[in-house]
Every structure is written in C-alpha cells, then in structure tokens.
C-alpha cells in the first residue's frame, strides 16, 4: 500500500489524506456533536448541584469592551481558564473562596474565544467584580503605580477615552460571573 | 541522471542540461531573508519590553500586544514558509528531472506573498487582530493566503505530474503532503473557526496553531533536510524505508494532538487524553527521521567543519529531535501542571521554528543561493558567525526560558506565593533572554547581509 505511493503520485495524495483526516474529523467534527455542554449555556438555579447562576450574553456596551480585549492583545499574556488544578482554583479564588474550575458552558457566547496560553500577568476568568472602577483606572494609566514590578504595558490612550475605558471596564467586571461564587464579596458590596 | 544547472551556470553546462530558471526562487529567498531581519528586529524590541515594560509604550501601536503577532506573523509566514516555498520551488524541478511548470504563476505568487505580508504588517499594528492566534489576520488576508497557496499547490503539483523520474524522493512526498495538510489545517484556522464559539472554537484553534507546526512547517522543513543533508554532504540517504516509516506516521499521528494546548482547561477528558497519547506517539515519526538523517551522517561527521550548511542543518536536526521530546513530555499531565502557560512554552516553541526549521530554511538558502546566483558565496567566514552567534544566542534563549518556566511553574504552583513575586522573580531570565536575543539577531543579520551580498554584489565574484 505505502509502497506504491512511491512511483504513484495520485495514491500518495490520496493516502495521506485519508490517514489525515481520520485523525482530523475525530478531533474536530466529532466532539462538539458528543459533548453538549460545548453549546449549552451554563444554568445551574439548584445549589445542591453546585454552584447556581445563568450565563446571559454580553450586552452593547461589555461587547465592545471585549473588542479592546482582543484589539489590544490582552489575551497575550492574561488566559481565561481557571483549570482542574488546585493551585489555580487558590490562587484565583478571592478572600477566601475558591473559584469555581472553568468548564466549556461558561464560553458559549465566546467569539473569539479568550482562553489564552501564557500567563504573563494572572487569570482573568474570574476577575470580574474584583477591583473596583477607580482600581482599573489608576491600574490602566500605569500598572506599576498600583503594583510595584508588574511589566505590563501602561493604556493611557484607553483611560482618556471615557466610551472605551468604561466599555473594557464593563467587560472586566462581568468576567466568570455567570457563576455565583462569592456574592457576599464583591466590591460593589 | 541528465546533469542538472541554474540558468546563472548555462554557460559552463554540458550540452543536453537541464537548465533551472529558478526565477520564483530567487523573489522567495530574497524577499523571506528581508524579512527574516526586519521582524528581527521586533523580535528583540518585545524582548526588551518584558525588561523595560515602559520602552515605546506611549504609542498604541508599538505596544507589546500589537507586536507580538505581528512578530509571530512575520516569522512564521513572512520569513520561514516564504523561504521554505522558495526553497521547493528550487528543489523540486531538480528532483523531478523537468524545469517548474510556470515560472510565471510563480512569480505572480511571489508578488502576492509580499502583498500579503505588507497587509499583515498594516493591520496587525492598527490592532485589526481577530483574536486567534497564529490566525490573527483579518479574513480578507486569510482569502490572499488561501489564493496564493493554490497558486503554489497548482504549481508544485504540476511540475510533479510532468516529472521525468518515475520514483519520488522523500523530499516530494514531505513537500505534497504539506501543500494538502495545509490547505485544510488552514481552512480550518481561519474559516471554519468564523462558525463557531466558545470551547468548539478554541478546538478548532488549537488544531490548526498545532498543525500550522506540525502538518505545514514540520513536513516542508523535513523535506528540505531530506534533500540538503545528502546533498551537502555528497552521501546518499541511510534508508528509504525508514523515511516511509517517518512520513506516513507523521500522516496519521499529528492531526490528533490539537487539545494538548487545553490540558486541564474547559474541553472534554477523553479529548484530552486522546491528544496525550497521540502526542506520545509522535516520537515514532520523530525518532524514525532523526535516526535516518543521523545515519547519513555516519562517517561523515568531519565535514561539518568545513560546511555551514551542514552545521546548520545537522543542529536543526539535534533540535528536532530535542523539541519534539519535550512536546509529548510536557503533554503529560503531570508535567503539564508545572509548565503550561509558563515562559517554557516560548523556550520550546522558538527551539522548533527557530532552532530546527529555520536552521533548516537557512541552510537551504546558503546552499542554494551561490548555485541560482553563480557566484561564490560572499564570505564564509560571515556565514560561520552567523552560525555561532545563531546557536549560542538560541541555546541562551531556549535553556533559560525552560529554567524560568519551570521555576515559574513551581511558583504558581505554591498558593501562598502572591503573582507579582513570581514575576519580579523572572527578571534575571528576561535579561538573558534579551542578550541571547540579541546574538540571535546579530546571527540573522550577518545571515541576511551575506545572502543579499551574495545575490547583488559583483559578477566577478563568480564560482569556478
């Protein structure tokens, strides 16, 4: 079989091919069909069953916050995953809750998705309700003068622009809060 | 076999020569070696950002985020799949035993590569960014890509179809299974991904970013070693056997492994347990053409000495095989728990693009440059430093981030420490990884300087 794509050039495209994309629609056709929680938006109003909440879509105003979120390559350094390990659910808990593990029905509005790959500043998936307005503000003109150390870029052209810097904002604070983790811990509160 | 010769070479070919116009080559080569220096030198600006975070940052449009794509970008198509494309266009006439089917389409697909990157250049600095990586390119440039892939493909496989050698070499195989894989790794990066949200997204991202290594860099990478090392050396390939060994599970294996980018993330177990075991029998293809190019080289070592090519070729063949066992190592998950999303990734990902496919694109270009030209090689005392300043630069570069990643890694792993520690922690590593970038860029310079030099400087300098 291999051995005739040697001399044949329409068998070895024909071959490598179909060894191609057995592997290829396993992996991507295949599992959104299986796993429906690829695409159903996260529910939960029983707290036996966990943590309650409901993941609504974005409004106008967190959807253009979250275009400056992709536009300025946030997601570069700040992923949006807390993962099954013990260690992110600590360290991104929040005076003394834990956060919730991420999992796929919390994303289902998500284009383009925002789960990142480096950690070059923290998670940001549970970072919503956090810190407060002014917090992000003084934070966004130049990091270092609120964390001493940090490297990332300072935004002054997003802070002195009130509709951007209120969008990104909105989007910020509404981050991994379709799950009703800590509600007595917010700084609204 | 018919003696084959560049057009450069008519003049002192024997009669009934073939005679390579190699026109479509010399656009690629030249225009990818630009290129290879001009992201350069983003490349050591965002460097130096991780050491002085304020440097340039007052523009919206040198910030680290605008840059860094437009640094991945740049290298990944600009300089490396353009050089590797030039280098096809070189080798495979010569394999086939026949001239390129048209250097005309060839050259009107070199002229749109370059369209396509002044646009990427454009758009990713406005922060026209659609938010995938390696796939960051608004969907207009993505439809030029798909346009002068096609060209490429008509053109490749044509030459293939009117070949005089009934038998193909490995490096054909290598190069038509990329021209396919990518069409549909691609496809699925930057199209399929339009439909889609959340998790099922990020699926379809993380197949392509993997595949855009594993399916479209890997194989036209091999092909170029596969052609460069026996020919360099004047010594035929160790096994034919082994090479099908090689190119048909790398067929079946790659396209498997895309979830190992979300380990422990929000995407189904079994997917991830799928792309782990996948990952690990990836060391089949891997070891298959390590061991077979290794043995070409046996007893034949002594010529590195006087070859850069072969140096460069023979340490992107170490780095093959070094990157390709920290890939399935560190899809394990416990592994994985320590150096995900840590500055490791960047130390292994640079050891692939850079350590063994660019060395391998490099190579290429020092072989074949002086051949298309007709003329001897600018200097070679340039070409070895940029040898060295390359391999001691990058083996800086890639040793300190794993170190740091795997620090950092431990860090995150201990609650107790708060984030900010774990990043004033890293500073030491970002300095040597801007010094090791450094000698980096002064290896690409001298490398590009020697190229150009060749290419442009006086006819006088022709080889014998």
Known sequence: MFKKADNNALWAIGLSLVLFFIGGIITTVVPPLVDTSWSKPFENHDPAKGVTGKLVPLNEQQKKGRAIYVREGCWYCHTQQIRTLLADTKRYGWRGVDAPISTPDEFVYDDPHMFGTKRTGPDLARVGGKYDTQWHRTHFRNPRDLVKGSIMPAYPWIVNNPEEFNALVAYLQNLGRSKDWRPANDYEK | MQPQFSKAEAANAPTGAIIHDDATAKWFLVSSVAYFFIVGIIAVIIAAKFVWPDLMGTMSWLTYGRLRPLHVNGMLFGWLLAADMGLAY??????????????????ATAALWNVIIL????TLLAGLNQGWEYAELPWYLDILVVVAWIMFGINIFM???????????VTIWYIMGCILWTAFVYLTGNFATLFTTGTNQANLNWMYVHNAVGLIFT??????????????????????KLSMVGFWSL????????????LHG???????????AFSLMLLIPVWAVVYNLFATMKGQWHQLRESVPLKFLMSGVVFYLLTCFQGPMHSLRTVNAIVSKTDWIPGHAHMAVLGCFSFFAIAGTYYAVPRIWNKALHSDSLANWSYWMLMIGGLGFFTTLWLGGFWQGWQWNNVSIPFIDTVIALKPIWIVRFVSGLMMF??????AYNILATALGNPEEAAV
């Open chain 2, 90 to 107: 070189y080798v495979i006439p010569r394999l086939c035993g026949v001239k390129l089917w048209s250097e005309k389409l060839g050259l």
């Open chain 2, 219 to 240: 194989p036209i990478g091999l092909a170029i070693a596969y052609y460069f090392i026996p020919r360099a050396s004047s010594t035929p390939l160790h096994s034919h």
């Open chain 2, 442 to 447: 002064t290896g690409i310079v001298l490398f």
């Open chain 2, 266 to 276: 929000p995407i189904s177990q079994w997917l991830q347990t799928i792309s782990i």
């Open chain 2, 251 to 262: 067929a079946f294996v790659y396209v498997w492994t895309g979830a190992h980018h979300m």
């Open chain 2, 119 to 122: 646009g990427a250049v454009v």
């Open chain 2, 159 to 169: 030459t293939v179809a009117n070949r005089k050698y009934q038998a193909m070499y």
